[in-house]
């Protein structure tokens, strides 16, 4: 039943465009090998009780790592790995038309150099559906390498006595 709800929800024609599903932070720096978390949010202008949401990103760059669900959920899509993450939830028997997580997003980066785009896309949200067409605003990873290790001083040799000593019998 719920995937026929939040499914049927976007597939109207009445829209309303209000609202906005960003990411956040809109940029972040990583190192090569460090996980982080991103946030996917909604701002909806109006009261809504269904989001949607795919974020694209270069596989090669960043490994999906999971998702956590915030207020919407009750999700018929909650996925991630190969270039996508999607989420597609709801409220039952209520709605929010305030700032609201829809999802955290774990990832790890895979390269030390070099940006990506976290591109977000296919974008609904509905308020007993009646969609509100919401605008979107995507992210960016940008990626380094730790700084080389210092290398160590070496070690300071012993000082030398710069007499001889000799044995007395």
């Known amino acids: 039943a719920l995937v026929g709800l939040t499914t049927g929800l976007f597939t109207g024609i009445s829209r309303a465009a209000t609202g906005l599903i960003y990411i956040s932070p809109g940029s972040t720096s990583v190192q090569v090998g460090d996980s982080f978390t991103i946030a996917l949010r909604i701002n909806p202008g109006t009261s809504v009780n269904a989001v949607q949401a795919t974020i694209g990103y270069n596989a090669s760059d960043l490994q999906w790592l999971s998702n956590s669900i915030g207020a919407f959920s009750t999700c018929t899509q909650n996925s991630g790995g190969g270039g996508a993450v999607t989420v597609s939830c709801a409220m039952l028997g209520s709605s929010t038309n305030s700032d609201s997580l829809i999802a955290n ?34 992210g960016s990873v940008s990626f380094t390498s730790p700084a080389p290790a210092p290398s160590p001083d070496p070690s300071p040799s012993a000082p030398s006595s710069g007499g001889h000593s000799s044995k007395s019998s």
């Open 105 to 138: 997003i774990s990832f790890k980066a895979l390269v030390g150099s070099g940006s990506d785009t976290l591109s977000v896309n296919n974008v609904e949200a509905a308020n007993n559906g009646s969609y509100t067409d919401p605008s979107a605003s995507s």
